[in-house]
């Protein structure tokens, strides 16, 4: 007969394991090397809705499509090391909000797009080596992005420790990026030539198993921006350089046996210096058969608006944004992700809807009418070389 702690470490593997994460990522979470290399390839598209011809001067407008092709490595390099390798490509192009005007025929805002569709790529590198040891593991990253009009260097570490009885875990993380904006001039003035910010953020979090089946964790994290935070493709757009964001988040996830399934439940708090605060709520239903995995998820999320935050410029304040995401919304998404394994190899995919209104949301504001709606899906490729 297995014995107790065995069958919590069983339950906890169900709980935390995602078929639809990067083993890079999945490495984390685990106490030891991965047995076998393995590689895998990932292509997804994110495309927004037109604006509808009611929101925007000069009628419907196209809006932003990205499409996104990835590539993993993931190795282990010998009893206690492992390596991993990110790699993504980012091909980006539509317009996007320039600013929001008043129409003459009615008191309403109207969106004034970009114009000429942008054209942009994004290349993105990421290296992890993890060290593990008997009580937990630790991992050192380093990201390089780099696309036509920014460039970003990011160091992150992170580690985690079981408790004696294996029934907690600690986990800490800190990181840094130093970013460089040079805007692409076009048709249209940009509010900078040439500008960074940096980016210092640190999180704790708690994991607990509190039966066999069930356990919960809770998070807290911290980041401070600093430099130049304004949109440089936004007209009068000007933000503070500088921002401060408290999280808080909470998880719980539950195993049944029965329907071998695992009901996850998070919820984060967000609040800013800028007087935006935020609450999000995931669930999703994950279940397994034999060798296939099948996850439902449904997300709400609702935002308040920044202090400066106005469709139209009246007021002669120190700062000014009329960007949508800086506006009060609530929003919902839903989706599927699926999972299938055939010998070595892993084959997934998953589909989101995003919509959102002003209306949805528990906080009062003004209306964008910038509010971006949005489909993604992707699938993936994945092979161990067992």
Do not use: C
């Not at 460039?151 to 408790?163: Q, T, Y």
């Amino acid at each position: 007969m297995a014995s107790r702690q065995d069958d919590l470490n069983k339950t906890l593997v169900a709980l935390t394991s995602s078929a639809f994460l990067l083993p890079a990522y999945q490495s984390a979470m685990a106490d030891a090397p991965p047995e076998f290399t393995e590689i895998g390839t990932r292509y997804s598209k994110y495309k927004e809705d037109d604006i509808s011809a009611k929101k925007a001067f000069g009628g419907r407008s196209e809006r932003y499509d990205i499409d996104v092709a990835q590539f993993y490595l993931l190795a282990p390099v010998s009893d206690d090391w492992s390596v991993a390798l990110d790699v993504s490509w980012e091909d980006m192009s539509g317009a996007s909000p320039w600013f929001v005007g008043e129409s003459i025929e009615a008191d309403d805002a109207k969106v004034i797009m970009s114009g000429a569709s942008i054209e942009d790529t994004r290349t993105e590198v990421s290296v992890t080596t993890r060290y593990y040891f008997d009580s937990g593991n630790a991992g050192f990253n380093y990201t390089y992005s780099d696309e036509d009009d920014y460039e970003s260097k990011a160091l992150s570490l992170d580690g985690s420790i079981n408790s004696e009885d294996g029934l907690t875990t600690y986990s800490a993380a800190v990181s840094a990026s130093d970013d460089d904006i040079t805007p692409t001039q076009g048709a249209y003035p940009t509010n900078t030539l040439d500008a960074t910010k940096d980016v210092r953020s640190a999180w704790l979090g708690v994991t607990q198993i509190v039966s066999k089946r069930a356990l919960v964790r809770f998070g807290l994290s911290y980041t401070y921006r600093d430099g130049f935070l304004t949109d440089p493709y936004k007209y009068l757009d000007d933000r503070p350089d500088e921002r401060k964001e408290w999280t808080v988040s909470a998880g719980y996830r539950y195993f049944l046996e029965e329907p071998n399934a695992a009901l996850h439940v998070d919820y984060r708090y967000f609040d800013d210096d800028w007087g935006i605060a935020s609450q999000t709520v995931d669930v999703a239903w994950v279940q397994t058969f034999k060798d296939t995995t099948v996850s439902p998820f449904i997300r709400y999320y609702s935002q308040d608006e920044a202090d400066f935050f106005s469709n139209i410029d009246y007021e002669d304040t120190d700062y000014f944004s009329d960007d949508y995401r800086l506006s009060a919304f609530g929003a919902f998404s839903y989706g599927l992700r699926l999972s299938h394994e055939i010998g070595n190899w892993s084959i997934n995919a998953d589909a989101e809807r995003y919509q959102t209104d002003e209306s949805w949301g528990v906080y009062g504001g003004e209306e964008s009418p910038g509010l971006v709606e949005f489909w993604r899906y992707g699938v993936g490729l994945n092979y161990a070389f067992k």
